[in-house]
Each structure stands twice: as C-alpha cells, then as structure tokens.
C-alpha cells in the first residue's frame, strides 16, 4: 500500500477528470449566485481530515473569491480554526485586491457544536460580538448589516463529522431553508445523499470530488488552471487510482484462496 | 520456527526500507536544502498620534512600539542569490520543528511493525498536547469573550479585547453559567461529585430539547417528505421508463429497508422476504460506504506521504 | 436535592428550548439558554482535561506499567497550556500594537503555533491516515462472497472504487457503445449512491431519528434519569 501511494506521488501523476452530477450541482450553487453574494464557510474539520477535506476547502475559497463573494468563515471544531487560516492565507496572497472585513471576514471558534448553528440562525452577535482580530461587528463592513445567518445567500460547509454537515442541515437548511452546499469525508458522503436536493443543494465526497470540482472550477476560469497549488485534489487522484486497483486486487486474490480452500475442503 | 520466520521477514522488509530512507535522505541533503526552512523578516513599527492613537509608519522613532515577523521563503523562490543577499535566513526553530514533524510521522507509522516505544511515545505526545490546545483555545475563543469580558468587561477590555464595548458593565445573568462551571468541575473531586448533576442535567435537557426538534424536523418529517414521489413519470416526449423505475425502486428499496429494521413483527412470510430484499438494499449501502471509507483513507496516507516526499525531502514541490 | 433538583432542571431546561421554537415571546429564553449552554461546554473542555490529568497522574504516582508515557502525557499536557494561555512568542494585534495581549494566539512562529504545526498536525494525521493500512488488511482478509448479502456488498465495493478514479471511465474507453454509457463505472457508481445507497441511508436516517426522538422524550419526561446515577 506504501508503495502504492507513493510510486505515483514521485511520478507526478495525474489523470483526466469527467466531472460528475454532484460536483456539476455544488460548482452551479456557487456559481449561479450574482457577484458579491454572501457565502458562510463553516470549516468543521481538523488535521487529521486535512489530506482529504483542504484541498476542496481551498477550492471553494479560491471560487469564491473568483466570484468576488462576501465570505464569513467560521469553525466548530476547536482545530477547525487553524484550517480557517489556511484559506485566509490563500486568499492573502492570490487575492491580494480582497480586503478584510469588506470582502472576507474570520470568526473565532466556539464551542457548543448545534447549539452554535441555533444559535446563530437567530443572533449572530449572541456568539460572536468580534470577529478573530477582536473587532466589533458593528465596525466591520460586511458583517454591520448581518443579524443572523439568516441573511446568508449560500453556507458552504466542510465537514469530517459531528458537528459538521448533518447539524448545519438539522438546524439551518431544513428549519430555515438556507441554500446549503457540503464538502465531506468519504466516511461522510453517502448519509449526506437523502439530503439531496431539497435540504442539501449538493455534496462533495472525499478527494475525487475535489478533483471533479476544481475541474470545474479550470473548465469555466482557466486561468486557475495555471495555479498549481488549485490542482491539489486532481494531483492526490494518481495515487489514488493506484491504491484502489491495488484494493480490488486485494479482495480478489483473498477471494480466490477463499474459493480455493472451500474447493480443497469439499474435495 | 513458526512464530520466528515472520518477525525475521518483518525485520528484513523495514531493515531495507529504513537503508533504503536512509540512502535517499544523504542523497537529497547532498543535492538540495533537504529539511531546512528559510525565512524573510517583516518589520512591523507603530507611531503615536497626539490622541495616542496608534498607527503604521516607515520610520519608527524612539518610543515607537516595534517588532519583526519572520515569512517563510517557499522553495520556488530560494535562490542562491536570495541566500547570498542575506536576505534570507535559516530558521532553526522551524527547521527543527520539519525535522520534528517528520520523525513523528514515522513513529507513527512504526505501528505497523508493531507496538513499540517510538510509537507509544508519540501517541502519549498526542494525548497531551491535543489536550491542552483544546483548552488553551476554548479559553481564548469562549471563555474570555463569552464569559469573562460580561463579567468584567473593562478588564477583559484593556486586558485583550480592546476592540469589544465595554459599556454594557457588568451582567449579572452570566454568573450562572460561571457557577454551573465551577460546580461541573466538582466532578474531579474525591466527594461531592452529586453536585456536578446540576450542570450535566442542564446540558441533558437542552441536549434533548434540540435535538429532538432537529430529528423530527429534517431526519423524520423532511426524509419522509422527501421519500414520496412519483412511481409514474411523463416529460415531454411521454412516459419515461428510466425515471420511472428509478423512482420505483427507491420507494420499495426505502420501504423493504425500514421494514428490515421493524421488529416488533415476527420476519417470516412476507415480512421476512420483504426484509431480505431491505438487507440487499443496506448491503449495496454498505457497500458503497466502504468504498468512499477507503477513498478517505489513501486521501489521508497521501498526503503523510506529500509532506515527507516534498516538504521534508523535497523530492517534489513542497505543497 | 441530589436528584429532585437536577431531574427539574433537565426538563425546565428541554421544555424552555422545545418552547422557545415554537412560541415567539419565548424565543430570548431559548437563546439564553443555548448561550449557557455554549459557555458550559468550555466547562466540559476543562473537566476533560482534569480527568485526563487526574488518570495519568495516579498512573505516575503510582509507578504502573507504561508510567512514563503518562509522564509524557502531562508534560506535554502542561507544556500546551502554559505556552497557548501566556501567548508565548505571540505579537500585539497590527490594530491595537499597544495592547500586548491583544494578539492570535496562533500566530506564525508563536509557541502554541510551533506545536500545533509540528506536533499536532503529523501526529494526528498520520494517525488517521494508518486507517489505509487496516482498510486494505481487512478488505484482504475479510471480504469474502460467502452469500448474496456478502457478494452485494463486495461488487458494490468494487464498483464504487473504480468508479471513483479514472480506471472507472478509462476500463470501458473505445469499446462500450454510446447506448451502454450508462455501464461504465463512474456512472454506475452515481446510479448507486442516488438510487440503492439513498434508500437504505434514508431507512437508516429514519429510524435513527425515531430512536433520538424517543430518548428525548424520555429524558424531558423523565422517564429517563440514568444520567443522575446510581446514589
């Protein structure tokens, strides 16, 4: 399995994505939204989850920022800030015309979990009276007109567990019928499925739907396409391919001696 | 001899790869700046104006308030001529921190030798620092601005928050949670444990409250909503067959499933063949669960692997 | 009092929150709740750590097997706490430079950072990401088509695998018919994660539902106080 994975991280391989239905529905949700919108970013995952959920993370800040959309992040998980970071990080230095607090914002973590998302569906200041750098959301531009999460256009979620997708469907997109998009865990994505689509517009599942979505994201701004750190997810998808052949012929070889050693047996 | 033969295998097999590390770890120091991380600093100074309001300046004077944040060089644009400028600096504390980062890995991966110490040693690392950095943030995240600045707001104020108002003074509402706290950690004590029930009920009943609004809500009446469609569908050019038997085998393989997990009826006749085709159904699931578990999984050891192969070894760009 | 009170609290607590969502006036007591609620949890942080604490150090004290990995534990314990709570290596905030306090506790090249970024960040992935080890070991060892249920479960597997990488599209390129597209893996994989894994998930979201339903109820009504203990 080492070798598996690694041969193709050293080779450098990559492959040609076909982007699929789920990925076609999570690029549209961000995209047909007019210019400027309203995004909340919720980053509920940690490091551990970080090989599979950054780079789709990273995409879809890159897509917003494309867009040009106010974007409010925030985290329920007490490592989820630091990956909140990352995507400001990124923000800073391939969008350096995007300013903070008129186009980008950052909020602390808080704990709570659902009790957050309830929380905020009502009173956005009852959690957060400051934003990360400890500034009074009456001051800042983007977040003085916001009462509650209400007055959001789109939640995009990032999600490795609980809290994650299910409660931000429990407690803001069924209750309040907030347009809301996930990106999950493979571990994740197929409870999200029944959600789809009147309480989930769409969901990202693991790394290949990452890859699909930043095909997406290259298909209709090729520019992007010259970031190499933007392909992150279609580059993961060599060694990906390689492990999971290496997987089929795992269960086909066990197979084998199984159906072998029965064969033995009856004789 | 039996029990022998697989640890000399297993000594051989990781004897070679650690020889085999080891030959690539000289052979990318000797041609590239393996495990070393160089910085730039950023001075940062601050002027006074006669309000005392503080502002950036290019020309910091005496009594200025001054500092230096140092930006990682990215390997792209380490150039020889970048070192030789002395713009560029080597950091010790990051470079032993990738070195740190790395070594960790590996006691991490060690565990598929076995238990050993390196391993047990880094997972006792784990236990202890996730610990305390989930508690050094929940105090600066929540507990300081949600708790202590509406206790004592102008402390927290000209103490951390200076950016938050203080003019609302003290609340007196938020003693409560305070005392809740304080008596949630009675819980620790040697006696008088039955006074942390008081919170735990309070954090049970408002459990319950919603989470049960929230099951009903989206889990129970919106998935039941969400299950009844159409068996019959038409579009413009008629009767649609693919549609149509999508839609009618979603209904049955729902039904057939929730009669699986129905066992207050005994699952013989045609309850029980009707719960048979449920657990075909849950299997496909299970299935496909188990499939997008694995894509996780190598998503996961793929990007270990990225780190040591590109930021540590830099045998490829570093991410 | 040791059981009477908390009894009452949890089901003033449930029933103000259950209220709160469905009559207006009482929406300000939901909300003050669910802010309690949040500040507690901090409290359970604390109590998580503190019982961390209290094992490893009875562990240490008492010289038991492994006591120096427990020792480790609390160094490292201690070490985070001190280093993340005194914002060690951490600079003023650029908006507020003469408020030494004011600063991101998880500034580049602070204290907390250096470890959050050295020895969280590996640790804690290569962690999960030994998954992909037993994933592979136990697909090898246990995958086995011994019955219907078992060979489902197993092509389903099979299918989603491929279907999610290129071999899926790649396996089928320049043979299959243009009306036998719908065969090729990747679609076959959207088919069953639309279709089959929508309804048994739907089935089991249902039913977990049901279950979460009644626990509450139990606990509002208090018929359920197995959280008050024994004595």
Not at chain 1, 63 to 90: E, F, N, R
Not at chain 3, 174 to 185: A, D, I, K, T
Request: charge should be negative; proline fraction near 5%; glycine fraction near 10%.
């Amino acid at each position: 399995m080492l070798l598996a994975v690694s041969i193709p991280i050293l080779a450098k391989t990559v492959f040609p994505e076909v982007i699929s239905r789920q990925a076609k529905l999570v690029f549209d949700a961000i995209d047909d939204l007019p210019d400027g919108s309203r995004v909340l970013l919720s980053y509920d995952f940690d490091p551990a989850s970080q090989g599979e959920l950054l780079p789709m993370a990273q995409a879809f800040t890159r897509h917003c920022s494309i867009k040009g959309h106010k974007q409010y992040y925030m985290a329920l998980w007490p490592l989820g800030s630091p990956m909140v970071d990352l995507s400001i990080d990124t923000i800073e230095s391939e969008y350096p015309d995007l300013v903070y607090g008129e186009d980008y914002v950052k909020f602390d973590y808080k704990t709570g979990g659902e009790a957050v998302i309830r929380m905020i569906t009502q009173d956005l200041r009852g959690m957060f009276e400051l934003d990360s750098k400890g500034i009074s959301l009456d001051d800042i531009p983007m977040t003085k007109n916001v009462k509650n999460i209400q007055d959001m256009d789109l939640i995009i979620n990032v999600s490795a567990g609980d809290p994650g997708t299910k409660q931000w469907v429990q407690f803001a997109a069924t209750p309040f019928g907030i347009t809301t998009v996930s990106g999950c865990t493979g571990v994740q994505a197929p409870q999200m499925y029944p959600y789809i689509p009147e309480q989930l517009a769409g969901v990202l599942g693991a790394i290949k739907a990452a890859a699909e979505y930043e095909a997406a994201i290259d298909d209709a701004y090729p520019s992007i396409a010259d970031n190499p750190k933007a392909q992150e997810a279609k580059r993961r998808m060599g060694p990906q391919l390689v492990a999971h052949s290496l997987m089929i012929v795992l269960i086909l070889v066990g197979n084998w001696i199984f159906f072998m050693s029965r064969k033995r047996g009856q004789a | 001899m039996s029990t022998d033969t697989p640890k000399k295998s297993n000594a051989l097999i990781w004897g070679i790869i650690f020889v085999i590390g080891a030959i690539m770890l000289v052979w990318s120091m000797t041609t590239s700046r393996t495990g070393q991380v160089w910085i730039t600093p950023e001075q940062h100074a601050f002027t006074a104006d006669a309000d005392g309001k503080y502002s950036t300046t290019q020309t910091p004077v005496a009594g200025d308030i001054e500092w230096t944040t140092y930006n990682v060089v990215p390997d792209s644009e380490l150039t020889q001529e970048v070192i030789d400028s002395g713009e560029a600096s080597l950091s010790w504390s990051r470079t032993i921190g990738l070195w740190l980062s790395a070594i960790f890995t590996l006691f991490i991966l060690s565990f598929l030798v076995g238990d050993n110490p390196a391993y047990k040693f880094a997972e006792a690392m784990v236990v202890g620092t996730s610990a305390g950095y989930v508690m050094v943030i929940g105090l600066w995240d929540v507990f300081v601005p949600n708790l202590l600045a509406k206790l004592f707001p102008v402390l927290v104020q000209s103490w951390t928050l200076p950016g938050m108002d203080a003019s609302g003074g003290f609340q007196w509402l938020y003693i409560i949670p305070a005392i809740l706290i304080i008596m949630l950690l009675f819980q620790l004590m040697p006696s008088g444990g039955w006074i942390s029930r008081w919170p735990i009920a309070f954090f049970i009943g408002i459990t319950a409250g919603y989470r049960m609004i929230g099951y009903v809500e989206a889990d129970l009446v919106a998935q039941i909503k969400a299950g009844i469609v159409p068996l019959w569908i038409t579009g413009e050019g008629g009767f649609e067959f693919w549609p149509t038997f999508n839609a009618i085998l979603l209904t049955v393989a729902t039904l057939s499933a929730m009669i699986y997990f129905f066992f207050s009826i005994e699952h013989k006749g045609l309850v029980g063949k009707t719960a048979r085709v449920g657990i075909w159904f849950l299997m496909i699931t299970f299935g496909a669960s188990f499939g997008y578990t694995v894509m996780g999984r190598i998503a996961l050891l793929a990007a270990r692997l990225e780190f040591l192969f590109g930021d540590w070894l830099h045998f490829i760009p570093s991410s | 009092m040791k059981r009477t009170v908390p009894l009452v609290i949890a089901i003033v607590a449930g029933f103000v929150l259950l209220i709160a969502n469905f009559i207006p006036f009482a929406e300000g007591w939901g909300l003050t709740a669910q802010e309690w609620f949040n500040i507690l949890a901090v409290g359970a942080m604390v109590l998580g750590g503190g019982n961390l604490v209290k094992l490893h150090l009875m562990k240490v004290s008492g010289q038991r097997k492994g006591w120096g990995y427990s020792l480790v534990t609390i160094v490292c314990f201690f070490g985070t706490i001190i280093i993340g709570m005194s914002k060690m290596g951490v600079h003023p905030n650029t908006l507020y430079p003469d408020y030494a306090w004011s600063g991101y506790y998880l500034e580049s090249g602070s204290g907390l950072w250096w470890i959050y970024q050295h020895m969280i960040v590996p640790l804690t992935s290569m962690m999960f990401a030994m998954l992909a080890f037993y994933v592979a070991t136990a697909a090898f060892r246990a995958f086995r088509a011994k019955n219907t249920e078992a060979t489902l479960l197993l092509v389903t597997a099979g299918i989603v695998l491929l279907g999610r990488t290129y071999a899926g599209v790649w396996l089928f390129d320049g043979w299959l018919p243009e009306s036998m597209l719908w065969l090729r893996f990747d679609n076959l994989t959207v088919w069953i994660m639309e279709i089959p894994n929508t309804a048994g998930t739907r089935a089991i979201t249902i039913g977990i539902a049901l279950g979460v339903v009644a626990t509450s109820l139990r606990i509002l009504l208090g018929v359920d106080r197995s959280y008050l203990g024994q004595d």
